[in-house]
């Protein structure tokens, strides 16, 4: 069965300073992993995908995630927060059929300080 | 150019009333789904549609049922609604199984 665990379900950074919302997921062959974002009162916007090619992923608005097979983990980061950044952040992993399933974490709330 | 649209954005109701909340997409996309997002950010599939072929999440009462006029739309149908009923509802798409892109969402509220 595919699962994610997102570590933190809210955290805190001030504006300029680094990010790290942690994921780890539970899957029993190579999956599909994803990072969504999502505004208040918006809808979510995918920020990036890992399908098997680099295990560094570079998504939109200066956000990254590695894939680490050993630590079954996929940790989005960014070298330095904006105050747009603050949102709802969901790990996501497909199964077996690819992006038609997918299982979401339960969610981490990043919060920017000025 | 909106990709993947909802309508209404909001939705409040009492309960027992039958509603509907319409989903287009104009990516050409081949697949559709419907999520419910809980009141603590949980989101978990209701639906996907594909070709005709429906799969349901064995977790959905009856009572949703999501209707596809045609390849661009799909759209759910909410019989005699419930208090439990209330959250944000959204729409997604997908070409075949690569990446959902996921509409604005819709916040239904049951009274």
């Known amino acids: 069965a595919q699962s994610v665990t997102q570590l933190d379900s809210h955290v805190s950074v001030s504006e300029g300073t680094p990010v790290l919302l942690r994921c780890n997921y539970s899957?029993?062959?190579?999956?599909?992993l994803f990072w969504y974002v999502q505004h208040p009162n918006k809808g979510l916007q995918l920020l990036l995908k890992?399908?098997?090619?680099?295990?560094l992923v570079k998504g939109i608005n200066g956000f990254e995630a590695e894939f680490k097979k050993s630590e079954t983990s996929f940790h989005l980061t960014k070298p330095s927060a904006h105050m747009s950044d603050a949102a709802e952040y969901f790990c996501?992993?497909?199964?077996?059929?690819?992006?038609?399933?997918?299982?979401f974490g339960t969610g981490t709330r990043l919060t920017v300080i000025p | 150019d909106t990709a993947v649209s909802q309508t209404p954005k909001y939705l409040v109701t009492q309960m027992g009333n039958d509603k509907s909340i319409k989903c287009e997409q104009n990516?050409?996309?081949?697949?559709m789904y419907w999520y419910k997002q809980d009141s603590k950010k949980f989101l978990k599939i209701m639906f996907s549609?594909?070709?005709?072929?429906?799969?349901i999440n064995e977790t959905v009462p009856n009572r949703f049922s999501p209707k596809s006029p045609d390849k661009a739309h799909l759209n759910l149908h909410i019989n005699s609604l419930e208090l439990g009923d209330s959250a944000v509802y959204f729409c997604?798409?997908?070409?075949?199984?690569?990446?959902?892109?996921f509409g604005p969402g819709t916040r239904l509220t049951v009274l």
């Open positions: 997604a798409s997908s070409a075949n199984t690569d990446t959902q892109y």
């Open positions: 899957s029993s062959y190579s999956p599909s």
């Open positions: 890992y399908t098997s090619a680099a295990t």
């Open positions: 996501v992993v497909s199964d077996i059929y690819g992006a038609n399933n997918l299982f």
């Open positions: 990516l050409g996309h081949d697949t």
């Open positions: 549609y594909n070709n005709k072929e429906l799969i």
